[in-house]
C-alpha cells in the first residue's frame, strides 16, 4: 500500500511562510514525480508544484512566484516552502505522486490555515 505522509500544515499568520513535507517509500519516491496540490473552500483541487525524481520543477501559475518544491533522496521526502503566505493560501495540501496533471497517488493531506 502506497503511503503518502504530510506534515507541517497549521495555523500561519498573513506575510509569514510555511514548510511542508511528505515522506514515502524509496521504491515511490525513485520512479515517481511528486507533487503537492490544494484544494480551498468550495473551490477545484488547484496544482500547487511538481517535481521529477530528477529534481525538475513545475509550478501552477496562481503561486509560482511564492512557491519552492524541494526534495531530499536519502529521506524519500518532499518539501514545499511557501513564503509571503495569504488567506486566500488557506486549504488542505495534498501530497501526490505519479503524473503532473492526474497524479496516481494522493496522501491524506494537511490543513493549512492562514490568519491573523
Known amino acids: 500500500q502506497v503511503q503518502l505522509v504530510e506534515s507541517g500544515g497549521g495555523l500561519v499568520q498573513p506575510g509569514g511562510s510555511l514548510r511542508l513535507s511528505c515522506a514515502t517509500s524509496?521504491?515511490?519516491?525513485?520512479?515517481?514525480?511528486m507533487g503537492w496540490y490544494r484544494q480551498a473552500p468550495g473551490n477545484q483541487r488547484e496544482l500547487v508544484a511538481t517535481?521529477?525524481?530528477?529534481?525538475?520543477?513545475y509550478y501552477g501559475g496562481s503561486v509560482k512566484d511564492r512557491v519552492t518544491i524541494s526534495r531530499d533522496n536519502a529521506k524519500n521526502t518532499v518539501y514545499l516552502q511557501m513564503n509571503s503566505v495569504k488567506p486566500e493560501d488557506t486549504a488542505v495540501y495534498y501530497c501526490t505522486a505519479g503524473a503532473v496533471f492526474q497524479p496516481t497517488y494522493w496522501g491524506q493531506g494537511t490543513q493549512v490555515t492562514v490568519s491573523s
Open positions: 517535481m521529477t525524481s530528477g529534481g525538475a520543477p
Open positions: 524509496q521504491s515511490i519516491f525513485d520512479i515517481y514525480l
